[in-house]
């Protein structure tokens, strides 16, 4: 069983992963034309911000840091508030992943490969699933 320590840098090291994943994924969809939220194209600003969550937060998961948990929010807690941010998240991707829309009629060129929009939401959530299962794991643990 891992310890709590390595619980923490296994949350952080998955979040990079989703993080890259997502933004990746991000990237996709608005060289297709799919911005945030429905909207054409994505904006830089977008892009900027999901790549410093990519940095930050993992970076604050890893090992606790003094002037975070005193001035800002406390490890444990910035990870369960993650945690339960990062589940609504897959329920939101479940949900795209089941609309009319998403069942296959529009594609999404990924790596030169046209892949239906349902099957890249469906994927999507299976790993924002398991970053939240890993974020309340070590969220949650005891020291």
């Known amino acids: 069983m891992a310890d709590h320590e390595a619980r923490y840098r296994q949350a952080a090291a998955t979040y990079?992963?989703?993080g890259v994943i997502y933004w990746l994924g991000g990237l996709a969809l608005a060289a297709a034309g799919l911005g945030p939220?429905?909207?054409s194209g994505g904006g830089v600003g977008?892009?900027?911000v999901g790549a410093l969550f990519v940095v930050v937060i993992p970076w604050l998961l890893a090992r606790e840091r003094a002037w975070v948990d005193r001035w800002i929010l406390s490890r444990?807690?910035?990870t369960r508030l993650?945690?339960?941010l990062v589940a609504v998240r897959a329920?939101?991707?479940a949900r795209l992943a089941r609309t009319p829309r998403a069942a296959g009629a529009e594609t999404v060129p990924v790596l030169g490969l046209p892949v239906p929009i349902g099957?890249?939401?469906g994927a999507f959530c299976l790993v924002t699933a398991g970053?939240?299962?890993m974020l309340a794991r070590a969220a949650w643990s005891r020291a």
């Open 16 to 18: 990079a992963v989703y």
């Open 37 to 39: 939220r429905g909207r």
């Open 46 to 48: 977008w892009f900027v």
């Open 76 to 78: 444990r807690d910035l």
């Open 82 to 84: 993650l945690a339960v």
């Open 91 to 93: 329920v939101e991707v």
């Open 119 to 121: 099957l890249g939401a």
């Open 131 to 133: 970053t939240a299962v």
